[in-house]
Nanobody
């Protein structure tokens, strides 16, 4: 089993930046990919960015050019650098871990609020 913990959320003004972190622990040798999802009030959960352990990364169109996903495989840690934040980015951000056993694990989420 894999445990997932996110951190780094907070309140930021439009145009500002935040960096989210996600640490995976437990059976980390089984990890295939890690990614970020977000869920705003009244909306369904959506993919923000995902990266495999091989380094391939994909982004939602709404965040391309503003967000950057990166990771440290040795530390089983994933980051999401968020720049030029907009009020529309306000959501609970979740880190997800996918394993070779085709099982997904989720963190508790971290709140990001973009407001003036």
């Amino acid at each position: 089993q894999v445990q997932v913990v996110e951190s780094g959320g907070g309140l930021v003004q439009p145009g500002g930046s935040l960096r989210l972190s996600c640490v995976a622990s437990g059976s980390t040798r089984s990890i295939l990919s890690m990614g970020w999802y977000r869920q705003a009030p009244g909306k369904q959960r959506e993919l923000v960015a995902i990266m495999t352990t091989a380094g391939s990364a994909n982004y939602a169109d709404s965040v391309k050019g503003r967000f950057t996903i990166s990771g440290d495989n040795a530390k089983n840690t994933l980051y999401l650098q968020m720049n030029s934040l907009k009020p529309e980015d306000t959501a609970v951000y979740y880190c997800t871990v996918s394993t070779v056993y085709r099982r997904d694990y989720w963190g508790q989420g971290t709140q990001v609020t973009v407001s003036s």
